[in-house]
């Protein structure tokens, strides 16, 4: 029988046949209100009220009390058992009100916690529940601030559970959770531990605990039962387990404990359930990482919990696909960043075989108070208490670049760095501490930012395993710097295990380009910084393994890139649609052939005649075999699991066929020639993307804004000018989110100084929509004529021009700052009449004109 099927069925004849305890969901039909609001509506829990308005124009969402409330008929037979409320999360302050008393209180927004409310029912009649949920700043309360959304609300499961008068411990950091160790295991033999609390009532002077082994084919391999008398509370088992099934990503097969807590009388007044697994690891500094005595490079991804439009408030099956599709693309191992995450995850990393790396929100930095320090402790017993059954967790962290905002603050003294070290060095020490006394059987590790501080403040030698969170070739120079970084900390460092815990750029699935820059945000650039860096550890046997950062593009309100608010360094989009880093992924790490064709989101190519289309196949065998149109077929080694194909295609659609071993992938493709897009103009706009080059695509309109080019005799393209970067490294404009629009790459990108635009079309009747922004946030909103010599700007904050069409002047004066405002989206429309060619003229008056896009259309 399948194991989890058993387990399904046991717990279905378990909880309703003895009806030992009851666990079942309270989700639906909450009336919710902000306290600053005096109107309320239904809502149904998983819940949180920053799904929309953490990505608004301004993303300043609410940050604030949340109330919750709802009558919950309570039977009279309830009168005999105990009660609990029981929450898998909620951020991040929360208190629990029944018929208008306090029944309980809990700190911190990513672990479960659970109260006894027994006292507080009134049975056989409906109950008033009030749940207050605050995510409020709180000095006190971790994490202080970082680069994700911290979503208010009860945004996992609610549940009531219900159990005898005597009951195994429920409240307490553990939340219900009862210890299985696994101290010693072996291919001959595993030691287990199984260890809890019960609560006994006064009327159970006696009570046994009956606990029973199930091995991964459901047969019982350890049955055993233990009395205790009325003032004992506390139980344990000790027993081995010889030839065990070990638990591997190859092979997640799972053990199953079950325990009844029994009466005198023995009735069962209890019960609890778990899957544990058999498996030993450790960490060499020199040979990697070692499950069950063999090598294994760990290779996954981090993963955030939220979702588009859902923001954090997900139900399990989005939880469970995210896990499966991580799997998939041939990950053995995840970083759950930057906090627990739902039950359901480590309950699929067991089952599918996903290594974890868990850790708890201590991020970014660090509050200098008793209560501070005792609150992340707190989280982080929490966190191991309440997961440490789970044979997927092999570390446990505890801290990610504690000191990125201290390097980067400019105002905070000599003193105070000084004391901002050394009380993040004290927690550190608090929290290593804490985690060693609960579970010396898995390795401690924090995440650290490439600076030398983590080094000289004696930070990075408390945990046993350091993960560098390195981004050479986004946010330093040069992809090449990455595999000496690495060499040079192993070198100073030899007896230090390390990890790569994050990496990569972000990228845009709208922009696709075949010659890819440092932060140009195109999906081409991705796959050549994660190639580089696959490539870089996998020849560094000392490197633990690698978690690409981020498995989805996830919410972040401060971020200013290509779409605001987003974080979008992610493998998958934040709807879960795949990049096509993804399926590179899946090829170089899948064990089965695969194949795949880049450019999901690159099918319209816009070509000149005599060029050829350069298309990537990615594949894990040795040749790629490319069938094009069914007619002719070519043939393409492969390197790095990609091969590359150049094609002299013709004008018009074709369908492709790339075969790979067992497997075969289709995609059609578009191909334009730019010299016929004048002559074919009566059918179809001409879109350019001024300043850039890569092309653009608006995902609501399907519109292609094509990348720019130079001007040539019959043809179009600009003259003059040069792409305006704000950073010499970096190809991307400006990074400024663009207010009034959706497509902001459209407008980060432009061509400064530019002196005309041209097009040899046809005579006829055209539109002409030019689009612009203003990228300097300093730029002087003075108009011309308030310009006086005592007052006037530089040309560098100063930019007032004249755009002439064909010798016509149709903008006088134009200042983008006063006019429009800074950062702010400009189109402007013109109808014109053209003989022969139009001509687009950019005249400066003070600094230089800019331009990030045109559109011709024949009308």
């Not at 945000?521 to 560094?540: C, D, G, P, T, W």
């Not at 001409?686 to 080059?693: E, L, T, V």
Request: hydrophobic content about 35%; aromatic content about 12%; some cysteine.
């Amino acid at each position: 029988m399948n194991h989890k099927a058993f387990l399904f069925i046991f717990l279905f004849a378990f909880s309703f046949c003895n009806a030992q305890r009851l666990v079942k969901t309270i989700n639906p039909g909450w009336d919710f209100r902000l306290e600053k609001d005096s109107v309320s509506e239904i809502v149904n829990i998983p819940h949180t009220w920053n799904a929309k308005d953490a990505f608004e124009e301004d993303r300043k969402y609410y940050r604030g009390k949340g109330i919750y409330s709802k009558e919950i008929f309570i039977p009279e037979a309830y009168q005999e058992k105990s009660v609990f409320i029981h929450f898998e999360g909620a951020n991040q302050l929360t208190r629990v009100f029944i018929n208008g008393k306090k029944a309980g209180e809990h700190i911190g927004g990513y672990t479960g916690f659970a109260f006894d409310i027994s006292d507080f029912l009134k049975f056989g009649k409906a109950n008033e529940f009030r749940i207050e949920v605050d995510n409020s700043f709180n000095e006190d309360i971790p994490p202080l601030e970082a680069d994700f959304n911290f979503y208010g609300g009860i945004y996992r499961d609610l549940e009531l559970i219900i159990t005898g008068k005597s009951h195994f411990k429920i409240e307490g950091n553990a939340a219900g959770n009862l210890l299985i160790r696994t101290p010693k295991v072996s291919e001959k033999v595993a030691s287990v531990y199984f260890e809890g609390e019960f609560i006994p009532h006064s009327e159970d002077k006696n009570l046994s605990v009956e606990v029973e082994i199930s091995d991964p084919q459901g047969k019982i391999v350890h049955k055993e039962v233990k009395t205790f008398k009325y003032k004992r509370t506390q139980f344990s088992f000790n027993f081995n387990i010889e030839n065990p099934v070990l638990w591997s990503p190859n092979s997640p097969d799972l053990y199953l404990l079950k325990a009844n807590l029994k009466n005198k009388k023995g009735e069962i007044v209890d019960s609890f359930i778990s899957n544990f697994g058999c498996r030993w690891f450790r960490a060499d500094p020199e040979k990697g990482f070692f499950l069950n005595g063999k090598p294994i490079k760990l290779i996954g991804a981090n993963r955030h919990q939220d979702f588009e439009d859902l923001g954090n408030a997900l139900p399990n099956f989005i939880h469970r696909k995210d896990y499966k599709m991580i799997k998939d693309m041939g990950s053995n191992f995840v970083r759950l960043a930057h906090y627990p995450q739902d039950p359901e995850v480590y309950r699929m990393c067991d089952e599918l075989g996903l290594l974890v790396w868990t850790e708890v929100p201590i991020i970014n930095d660090v509050t200098a108070s008793d209560t501070y320090h005792q609150n992340a402790v707190n989280m982080q017993r929490e966190q191991i208490l309440q997961l440490y059954n789970h044979p997927s967790i092999v570390f446990w962290g505890y801290m990610n670049e504690i000191f990125i905002r201290l390097v980067f603050n400019r105002e905070m003294t000599e003193a105070e760095k000084s004391a901002k070290i050394e009380t993040s060095v004290e927690l550190a020490k608090k929290l290593e501490a804490a985690t060693k006394a609960l579970d010396t059987s898995r390795l401690t590790v924090m995440a650290l930012h490439e600076n030398e501080l983590y080094n000289t403040s004696g930070i990075a030698d408390i945990p046993d395993v350091i993960g560098w969170n390195l981004y050479f070739g986004w946010y330093s120079p040069g992809l090449e710097n990455f595999g000496k970084f690495l060499d040079k900390q192993h070198q100073k460092y030899p007896n230090r295990p390390l990890i790569i815990s994050e990496y990569g750029p972000g990228s845009d699935s709208r922009i696709q380009t075949n010659d890819p820059k440092p932060w140009d945000f195109s999906e081409a650039y991705q796959l050549k910084s994660h190639l580089s860096y696959i490539n870089q550890v996998m020849e560094r046997p000392y490197v633990l393994g690698m978690t690409a950062w981020n498995f989805a593009d996830f919410g972040s309100s401060g971020r200013q890139d290509t779409r605001p608010g987003i974080n979008q360094k992610g493998l998958v989009n934040f709807n879960r649609k795949p990049k096509d880093i993804y399926y590179y992924y899946k090829t170089r790490f899948s064990e089965n052939d695969f194949v795949y064709i880049a450019g999901r989101n690159f099918q319209n190519r816009f070509i000149h005649k005599n060029d050829s289309i350069e298309l990537k196949v990615f594949a894990n065998t040795e040749n790629v075999e490319l069938n094009i149109d069914r007619k002719t077929s070519e043939t393409a080694a492969v390197n790095d699991n990609i091969a590359i194909f150049k094609l002299p295609l013709s004008e018009g659609e074709h369908r492709l066929t790339a075969k790979a071993g067992n497997s075969e992938f289709q995609r059609k493709i578009k191909v334009h020639f730019r010299e016929n897009l004048l002559q074919n103009i009566e059918n179809n706009t001409i879109n350019i993307n001024a300043g850039a080059h890569s092309d653009f695509i608006d995902e609501k309109t399907g519109e292609i804004w094509i990348s720019d080019q130079p001007y040539t005799e019959n043809s179009f393209g600009y003259i003059g000018g040069k792409d305006y970067r704000e950073s010499a490294s970096k190809f991307q404009g400006t990074a400024a989110n663009i207010k009034n629009t959706e497509n902001d790459p459209l407008f980060q990108t432009m061509r400064e100084g530019i002196k005309a635009y041209k097009f040899n079309t046809k005579p006829g009747k055209y539109k002409i929509s030019l689009f612009f922004t203003e990228p300097n946030r300093s730029a002087s909103k003075e108009t011309l004529y308030n310009l006086s010599n005592e007052s006037r700007g530089s040309t560098e904050d100063t930019r007032i021009f004249n755009i002439s069409i064909n010798g016509r002047k149709v903008e006088r004066n134009l200042n983008l700052a006063a006019q429009y405002g800074i950062l702010q989206a400009v189109e402007i429309d013109y109808e014109i009449w053209s003989d022969n060619g139009i001509s687009i003229e950019f005249d400066p008056v003070e600094g230089q004109p800019v331009l990030s896009g045109i559109r011709l259309e024949r009308l």
